[in-house]
């Protein structure tokens, strides 16, 4: 019988192309939220429309300043919560992919707009607060490892039994 990929395996694959567009030296990290298994939307790592970006300049801005203050880029979750946002969409109940670690600010704004499962693939580069906070108030946290949690769902047809 054919089997197919899990929604899991599927959206943290799409999570990786979108990470693609990202405009960041430093790190490539996309998000992807859902809600009942279909997209709402995505988001990627980069500085704001019309700022120019560090791959256009070749320089990182945040390095360039030196300092965590100015930190214009806004993180791939914070993207894909703010297009939701933009296009009056509410994320309470939805699920978040994201192919980085998850910082105490992101993590913030899941457990505030209602996200309430998380499937991240930690790149170790960050810490372990953000995910732990999720936890702490109560999202689901699947730690995704390529491999050891990709599933399959059964192709069958449920209304025709194919």
């Keep these: 019988m054919a089997k197919r990929p899990s929604f899991d395996e599927v959206y943290m694959d799409v999570v990786d192309v ?5 405009t960041c030296l430093r790190k490539k990290v996309g998000a992807v939220i859902t809600y009942d298994h279909r997209i709402l939307s995505h988001g990627y ?23 965590e203050e100015y930190k214009i880029c806004i993180h791939a979750e914070q993207n894909a919560i703010c297009q939701c946002a933009k296009r009056g969409l509410a994320v ?38 953000g995910i732990d906070l ?10 995704w490892n390529a491999g ?11 209304s025709c039994s194919l």
């Design 18 to 22: 979108i990470a693609r567009r990202s």
């Design 45 to 67: 790592n980069g500085v704001p429309s019309g700022h120019v970006h560090c791959c256009d300049t070749g320089k990182c801005l945040k390095e360039i300043a030196g300092t």
């Design 92 to 129: 309470g109940g939805a699920t978040l992919y994201v192919n980085a670690d998850i910082c105490i600010t992101c993590a913030k704004l899941i457990v505030a707009c209602g996200i309430v499962r998380v499937v991240v693939r930690r790149d170790n580069k960050g810490t372990s607060d």
């Design 134 to 143: 999720l936890r702490k108030s109560g999202v689901e946290v699947v730690e």
């Design 148 to 158: 050891a949690n990709q599933q399959v769902e059964d192709n069958r047809c449920e």
